[in-house]
């Protein structure tokens, strides 16, 4: 830590905000909104500030629940995707979708597709690395008729049935690591290890971030985390930025800084999760140089 005296240097990191799945969906909403008003179904990105943003354009948020008044209106598909009930649903309801499903993710989706049929045909297993609820595993389960076996550690296996083929992948933003410890652990419990398919559909834009965060944090005195609290993303990059750097703080928006987090520091790092916007972070370096009164 400095000793106050010298210029505070705040630094954004180049490497965090919006990854190209989000950047897509926003791009999509945006265009759209220009005939209108258009609904998305849940949050088109899991942080309040910029929800609220592209509310003031004409989007509102929405739940399943909706749909059935929606008839006639256009509903958006966020970049977590859908399963396919829901774009029956719209079909039947006479909705206009407008998907803007991440194409990594959609990507996924149809190997999902995929490996159930394989699976199916061999009485086998589909092993999906997942959060449960999150919103890309729902969809990603809807693609398996609902019969994914989902797995968020290892205490989780105990479900999977080692003596029958396996197919094991992983939600796109899941950790590298976990994923490669329980593929392993699959591995080694299978009564038949040829019968195991390991698939790695962890996104590499998001999963490269672990350790360019890494070390990014190890290089500034004091750390500012910026997501929303809905971001299973933003949950784990906090996480890493802990390990490299004791010194770091998790807010959701500017309002939430505090003073004395800044004494005595020299330089101050600002990153986010990859549901954090610009414009965001650039407003929260703005508060730290003018709490610190050094700008």
Same mark, same amino acid.
């Given at each position: 830590?400095?000793?106050?005296?010298?210029?505070?240097?705040?630094?954004?990191?180049?490497?965090?905000?919006?990854?190209?799945?989000?950047?897509?969906?926003?791009?999509?909403?945006?265009?759209?909104?220009? &005939?209108?008003?258009?609904?998305?179904?849940?949050?088109?990105?899991?942080?309040?500030?910029?929800?609220?943003?592209?509310?003031?354009?004409?989007?509102?948020?929405?739940?399943?629940?909706?749909?059935?008044?929606?008839?006639?209106?256009?509903?958006?598909?966020?970049?977590?995707?859908?399963?396919?009930?829901?774009?029956?649903? &719209?079909?039947?309801?006479?909705?206009?979708?407008?998907?803007?499903? $991440?194409?990594?993710? &959609?990507?996924?989706?149809?190997?999902?597709?995929?490996?159930?049929?394989?699976?199916?045909?061999?009485?086998?297993?589909?092993?999906?690395?997942?959060?449960?609820?999150?919103?890309?595993?729902?969809? @990603?389960?809807?693609?398996?008729?609902?019969?994914?076996?989902?797995?968020?550690?290892?205490?989780?296996?105990?479900?999977?049935?080692?003596?029958?083929?396996?197919?094991?992948?992983?939600?796109?933003?899941?950790?590298?690591?976990?994923?490669?410890?329980?593929?392993?652990?699959? $591995?080694?419990?299978?009564?038949?290890?040829?019968?195991?398919?390991?698939?790695?559909?962890?996104?590499?834009?998001?999963?490269?971030?672990?350790?360019?965060?890494?070390?990014?944090? &190890?290089?500034?005195?004091?750390?500012?985390?910026?997501?929303?609290?809905?971001?299973?993303?933003?949950?784990?990059?906090?996480?890493?930025?802990?390990?490299?750097?004791?010194?770091?703080?998790?807010?959701?928006?500017?309002?939430? @800084?505090?003073?004395?987090?800044?004494?005595?520091?020299?330089?101050?790092?600002? $990153?986010?999760?990859?549901?954090?916007?610009?414009?965001?972070?650039?407003?929260?370096?703005?508060?730290?140089?003018?709490?610190?009164?050094?700008?």
């Amino acid at each position: 830590m400095g000793t106050g005296n010298k210029t505070i240097h705040v630094e954004i990191d180049g490497k965090s905000g919006f990854c190209f799945g989000v950047v897509n969906a926003i791009s999509r909403a945006e265009s759209s909104l220009a &005939a209108g008003e258009v609904y998305s179904l849940g949050d088109i990105v899991h942080n309040g500030l910029e929800v609220r943003r592209l509310e003031a354009l004409g989007l509102h948020a929405v739940g399943y629940d909706d749909l059935e008044r929606l008839s006639g209106k256009r509903v958006l598909i966020r970049a977590h995707g859908e399963p396919p009930s829901t774009y029956a649903k &719209a079909a039947s309801l006479g909705i206009d979708v407008i998907d803007a499903t $991440c194409p990594v993710v &959609a990507k996924l989706q149809r190997l999902v597709a995929a490996a159930y049929a394989e699976m199916s045909a061999c009485g086998g297993q589909v092993v999906i690395l997942g959060k449960r609820g999150h919103a890309e595993v729902v969809g @990603l389960a809807g693609h398996a008729d609902g019969r994914a076996i989902i797995v968020e550690n290892e205490a989780d296996l105990d479900a999977v049935d080692f003596a029958r083929p396996i197919y094991f992948l992983a939600q796109t933003t899941q950790s590298l690591t976990l994923f490669g410890r329980l593929a392993d652990i699959i $591995c080694n419990r299978a009564q038949y290890p040829d019968n195991v398919t390991i698939r790695d559909t962890i996104c590499r834009q998001v999963s490269s971030r672990e350790a360019m965060l890494r070390e990014f944090a &190890a290089r500034f005195d004091v750390v500012v985390f910026v997501c929303g609290r809905k971001s299973s993303n933003g949950k784990v990059l906090y996480g890493v930025c802990c390990e490299a750097n004791p010194h770091c703080y998790n807010i959701e928006d500017a309002n939430e @800084l505090q003073p004395q987090w800044f004494e005595g520091c020299d330089t101050v790092g600002i $990153c986010g999760a990859t549901s954090t916007p610009q414009w965001l972070m650039e407003e929260v370096a703005e508060e730290v140089r003018r709490m610190s009164g050094r700008e």
